[in-house]
């Protein structure tokens, strides 16, 4: 066992999380009991902030949760923020122009609220998802011109995620950070957003180098953190493309891997409570 360990960051939907966006029993009790160990444990999500805390608040976290993929860090007990990105008005000014003239649904995020320009199949699938509440503005072209968003993202077939992924990447190009987070999100951050960055920030915070690290996920919006530690897992149902950066795969999110990892890692025993 690697004992060093003392800071852990864990994706939320498909790793924490099982397929039906539920905490088992077992991941719960796991990760409490290293964060009673004295291991940082963080949430790192793609979520915006807000609907990160019924998980975080179900396992008695009070540490910074990593949310927007990276753009933000805030501490969900005192409010305090250490990093809060934003997409330049201009450019968010045009993604909305874009998907008002391809009919996109297009997750609008400013200042911890989600805003639609109606109801859509799209908007309800990402709500089932994530717990997410919308507000539908009847003038959303129009009143939410000018203003700096968190992000921005078009939900939609994975096959036009596909195809939109690298003509974005390439239109914003030194100027925004273009990402599928799932296959049927297109996701628009701020240039420096990452996990990997937001976590490399929180490390430091708490003077912990990247070696005593670890990360947990499986999706493309992972990847960067779990380069960045110094421990990267993948869960078994993580994108190929995950699994290809972890050091460690374990059990799929429906078998209860992250409670697998932490197990094998802090040597847990799985029936402690």
């Known amino acids: 066992m690697n004992t060093t360990y003392r800071l852990c960051a864990i994706d939320l939907d498909d790793t924490l999380l099982n397929s039906h966006h539920v905490l088992?029993?077992?991941n719960r009790k796991v990760v409490q009991k290293v964060a009673q160990m004295g291991v940082i444990v963080i949430i790192a999500s793609g979520r915006m902030h807000?609907?990160?805390l019924p998980t975080v608040q179900a396992l008695g976290l009070q540490t910074p949760v990593?949310?927007?993929n990276g753009a933000m860090i805030r501490n969900p007990i005192t409010g305090e923020t250490w990093l809060n990105e934003t997409v330049p008005p201009e450019l968010a000014d045009e993604i909305r122009a874009f998907a008002r003239e391809n009919r996109f649904q297009l997750n609008y995020y400013l200042?911890?609220?989600i805003?639609?320009?109606?109801h859509t199949p799209w908007m309800e699938?990402?709500?089932q998802r994530t717990g997410a509440h919308f507000e539908i503005l009847p003038d959303f072209y129009e009143r939410l011109k000018g203003t700096a968003p968190t992000?921005?993202?078009i939900v939609t077939h994975p096959a036009t995620v596909q195809e939109l992924l690298p003509i974005m990447q390439q239109r914003y190009q030194g100027r925004l950070t273009v990402m599928r987070s799932n296959?049927?999100?297109?996701e628009f951050l701020p240039l420096n957003a990452s996990k990997g960055k937001a976590l490399a920030i929180v490390a430091e915070r708490f003077q912990i180098p990247a070696e005593e690290t670890i990360a947990i996920g499986d999706s493309w919006n992972d990847i960067s953190m779990l380069q960045w530690a110094g421990l990267g897992v993948a869960v078994d149902n993580a994108k190929p493309e995950v699994k290809a950066v972890a050091k460690r795969t374990v059990p799929s999110c429906d078998e209860d891997g992250v409670a697998v990892a932490l197990n094998e890692i802090f040597q847990i025993k799985e029936n402690n409570t």
């Open 50 to 52: 807000e609907t990160t």
């Open 66 to 68: 990593i949310s927007y």
């Open 24 to 26: 088992s029993d077992a």
């Open 151 to 153: 992000k921005l993202i």
């Open 115 to 118: 805003y639609s320009a109606e």
């Open 125 to 127: 699938l990402y709500q």
């Open 183 to 186: 296959v049927e999100y297109l």
């Open 111 to 113: 200042d911890d609220h």
